[in-house]
Nanobody, 120 residues
């Protein structure tokens, strides 16, 4: 059974960097052809794909967030981390990590999500 768990601060001040970690159990983040995604849901909008890091360690980002986003991994801990810089209240929402195969968008495992609020 694959499990994903998000962790990180629930409150971030405007202009600061949001940092979230997804800890994976039941599978290795280096397993061939799996992609490890960050997805968010902001109020009044649907799910928004933020970015991904794949089994080989390559990262890809939403073009709308690319200038502010970085995704890295720690294979020794089986974790991957999202950093979103220069946050504004518009970045407030629930952030999820999720797995899919070959970047098809068919996510088979999700974390429970973590609420992040950007506020001074």
């Amino acid at each position: 059974q694959v499990q994903l768990q998000e962790s990180g601060p629930g409150l971030v001040k405007p202009s600061q960097t949001l940092s979230l970690t997804c800890t994976v159990s039941g599978d290795s983040i280096t397993t061939n052809y799996y992609y490890w995604n960050w997805i968010r849901q902001v109020p009044g909008k649907g799910l928004e794909w933020v970015g991904v890091i794949n089994y080989a360690g390559s990262s890809f980002y939403s073009p709308y967030l690319k200038s502010r986003t970085s995704i890295s991994r720690d294979t020794s801990k089986n974790q991957f981390t999202l950093q979103l810089s220069s946050v504004t209240p518009e970045d407030t929402g629930v952030y999820y990590c999720a797995r899919d195969l070959k970047l098809t968008g068919a996510y088979d495992y999700w974390g429970q999500g973590t609420q992040v609020t950007v506020s001074s």
